[in-house]
């Protein structure tokens, strides 16, 4: 698996399950009708923020990460990452892969942590690679996330130091 900086064309493989994913409501707090050119906005980002493509040996897309500064100012030394995992290619390490990715990213520019914000509570296979990789839950927002199935759910905030 390669993990490359992702590009504008790259958005037509990308597309099909950012919108499964953000549609089906269940990780993401993402208005879940949220169109093709606003999502493209949405995860597509510019430097000095960066988005990338995990690819197979073939360049299929199996996943996608954004990476970013989490605040701005004097809040700017914490990083922040989102993941998606084409679901055809879920269970193969590419998640982890992406993670990995983001936070050597975050070392290499010098941020002093990464955290994430909204990790929904129900989304135990997320919750437990992050743990895995030294992420802690700092707090949940109770009832913070509405989820199709389960109903208002927590939703974690996550942190790792670098």
Request: include cysteine; proline fraction near 4%.
């Amino acid at each position: 698996m390669l993990i490359r900086e992702a590009t504008a064309q790259d958005w037509n493989a990308i597309w099909p399950f950012f919108e499964e994913i953000v549609a089906a409501g269940e990780t993401f707090t993402f208005p879940v009708d949220l169109d093709r050119d606003e999502g493209r906005a949405w995860w597509l980002l510019s430097k000095p923020n960066r988005t990338v493509v995990a690819v197979d040996d073939t360049g299929t897309i199996l996943g996608t990460a954004k990476m970013n500064n989490n605040h701005h100012g004097n809040g700017s030394h914490i990083a922040s990452a989102s993941y998606m995992v084409a679901p055809a290619h879920a269970g193969r390490g590419v998640g982890r892969a992406l993670c990995e990715y983001t936070l050597d990213w975050a070392k290499t520019e010098n941020y002093r942590a990464m955290q994430f914000n909204a990790v929904v509570e129900t989304n135990t296979g997320a919750v437990r690679l992050y743990r895995s990789l030294g992420f802690e839950v700092l707090g949940t927002l109770p009832e913070g996330f509405l989820h199709p199935e389960h109903g208002y759910v927590g939703l974690h905030i996550m942190h790792r130091a670098l």
